[in-house]
């Protein structure tokens, strides 16, 4: 599922080609799917309370692919763009219920690692899913990788079903009262853990969104090449989430300061140093290291300030990891409307993950006192 947001990205000037666009509009279909799982994730989270996992899980799945088939048949912009907010909603369902379902399954002080597990699905999405829809979509056409992913999120729906055990009901009695969830949002410090995450997130994904056409048209390479540079972003995610998911439960700031000044660091660089591939890489590659080392740290301090609102306080995180990427088009298109050159997009990550220390530092001030 996490490979439709990341394939997009990949393959964002072909779309734009295929539909008849410009780039800065279609990068509202990235900003349909972020809108969706904002406004789907909480509502989700408080109705499916009583719903068995399993079936909560399976019917968001089914529900996505066949948003994703609809628009792929259609092949219109609007079609996408309504098809892309619907799968936003399902896809938002899906991750409400997966997130508090890991955490659930492992002892409090591992809630940060469980929560990692789940995410490290997007960083696979990153260095399999998206790269390859990329690399077969600039081949047999953008459509071909949508449709590999719709065939898969049906087949991983039939994995679930059968590997899920069906104890798995709906949460505990407890956690049903949805107006002791609803209390839990009223926490100053757990909106300050949001708008880290809301700020983070947009930090790296404004420049991971713009990748590919900042790879071909500034620093000149190969537009088949594109799909080999973002399998090291994805490899460098998944490096980050296996270092953030053993820090994070013990040492959660630790986590958050580094991967923000990381995000900070190497997006200036990327900026300055756009046209030079041999630099450009491997920065690619430390961007996604920096980027995720923050989730798992993220999600700790989610569940550890939301203990007994852990469904609604999950989904909450998940639509503000959305509220940033939703961010990222509109802010980017700003920029590109101006005339400014595409090298702006990764300064624009730089000064997002500036805003972004402060609040970390809040967060830890609050925690420690």
Do not use: K
């Amino acid at each position: 599922m996490g490979s439709s947001e990341f394939l997009l990205a990949g393959v964002l000037p072909a779309v734009a080609a295929g539909l008849r666009v410009d780039l800065a509009t279609v990068g509202g279909l990235i900003t349909a799917f972020a809108i969706g799982v904002v406004i789907g994730g909480p509502p989700f989270a408080v109705i499916s309370l009583r719903w068995p996992r399993r079936t909560a899980l399976v019917l968001t799945q089914l529900v996505f692919a066949a948003c994703i088939a609809v628009g792929l048949l259609i092949s219109t912009y609007p079609a996408l763009l309504i098809t892309r907010f619907l799968a936003g909603l399902a896809y938002a369902g899906f991750f409400a219920v997966a997130a508090v379902t890991a955490v659930s399954l492992v002892p409090a002080d591992r809630a940060a690692r469980a929560s990692g597990v789940v995410v490290s699905g997007l960083s696979l999405a990153m260095i399999l899913g998206g790269p390859a829809g990329t690399a077969l979509g600039y081949r047999t056409g953008w459509q071909s990788g949508f449709w590999l992913v719709v065939t898969l999120t049906v087949l991983a729906a039939g994995a679930l079903t059968v590997a899920m055990p069906r104890p798995q009901s709906g949460i505990t009695s407890a956690a049903t009262d949805v107006r002791g969830e609803l209390r839990t949002l009223r926490r100053p410090r757990l909106w300050t853990v949001l708008v880290i995450t809301l700020l983070t997130t947009a930090s790296y994904m404004i420049t991971f969104s713009y990748l590919s056409e900042l790879l071909t048209h500034t620093t000149g390479i190969p537009a088949g090449w594109t799909a080999a540079v973002l399998v090291l972003f994805g490899v460098g995610a998944y490096l980050g989430l296996a270092i953030g998911g053993r820090i994070a439960d013990r040492r959660p700031h630790l986590a958050l300061t580094t991967g923000a000044l990381g995000i900070l660091i190497t997006s200036a660089l990327i900026a300055t140093l756009a046209h030079h591939a041999a630099a450009v890489v491997p920065l690619v590659f430390l961007l996604g290291v920096a980027g995720f080392i923050l989730n798992p740290a993220i999600y700790g301090r989610i569940f550890t300030l939301a203990p007994t609102a852990p469904t609604l306080a999950g989904a909450t995180a998940v639509s503000a990891f959305q509220l940033g990427i939703s961010f990222v088009p509109a802010l980017a298109a700003l920029a590109l409307h101006l005339g400014a050159p595409i090298t702006t997009i990764p300064w624009l990550g730089t000064l997002l993950a500036t805003l972004t220390l402060p609040f970390i530092l809040l967060d830890h001030t609050t925690h420690t006192h």
